[in-house]
């Protein structure tokens, strides 16, 4: 099932900090699942300075898979997510961009779906959803779940999006759609993500969906805090005030 053919490369990127634990097995998923299904692709990692030695399993890594395969494009310090993405757009040679966290919470099986789906429809992005059909999420306790669907559902009432799964972060996009979305986007962190499926849906993008199971990080510390809960619900009260 060749499909280097048709032209189409995928650069995945993953923003990286503290991420030694799982870097090395996201890696090799990645390459097993790009392998087996035939797809060219390339996967940067953007390490934020990580105190514990995730560049230097990064530099293993690409010792082991080929500099053509494995791109490192590291930064000094942690400067969040948006501008991790425009960083590793800058060095993307793909015509499209796959983005996804590196601590296991997304598995690169889905890929070939995302591609599929994408290819389907010729839809402008495709995010992959823990709320419809098989989708689900595994290991978050009652709270954590309440919150995303508190923090879904408040997003849909008011942003209308067209999509179902709002704050997931693991989605496929042309890569010129994402170069225009993220220059009209304003928010940071967890908020991020949303805005950039509002901005989508304002400027008329096509978006397909793939239902995911998404799986609480395998090691570290989860990402979601008390803080980042009051920047959401302030970013999405901006959000509406300027859609």
């Known amino acids: 099932m060749a499909n280097v053919a048709d032209g189409d490369k995928y650069s995945v990127l993953l923003p990286t900090y503290n991420e030694r634990e799982n870097l090395p097995l996201i890696v090799w998923l990645l390459v097993k699942y790009f392998g087996e299904s035939g797809f060219n692709y390339e996967i940067i990692v953007i390490d934020d300075g990580s105190p514990d030695g995730t560049l230097e399993v990064a530099e293993q890594l690409q010792k082991v898979y080929g500099e053509d395969k494995i791109l490192l494009r590291p930064r000094a310090k942690k400067l969040g997510l948006g501008t991790a993405y425009i960083h590793g757009m800058k060095h993307a040679s793909g015509n499209f961009i796959i983005i996804m966290d590196a601590d296991l919470s997304h598995h690169p099986k889905f890929i070939p779906e995302f591609i599929q789906k994408q290819k389907e429809g010729n839809y402008d992005l495709v995010s992959g959803t823990r709320y419809r059909g098989n989708g689900g999420v595994y290991g978050w306790d009652l709270r954590r779940k309440l919150i995303s669907r508190g923090a879904n559902f408040l997003a849909q009432v008011l942003l209308r999006p067209g999509a ?54 395998v090691y570290g510390e989860s990402k979601l805090g008390g803080n980042e809960i009051v920047s959401y619900a302030k970013g999405l009260l901006m959000l509406f005030a300027t859609t």
């Open 164 to 217: 179902s799964d709002l704050t997931g972060s693991f989605r496929l996009y042309k890569k010129k759609v994402l170069e225009s979305l993220v220059e009209q986007c304003v928010s940071k962190g967890y908020v991020f993500q949303m805005e950039m499926i509002v901005r989508a849906r304002q400027l008329n993008y096509t978006i397909g969906e793939v239902p995911i199971s998404f799986v609480d990080r």
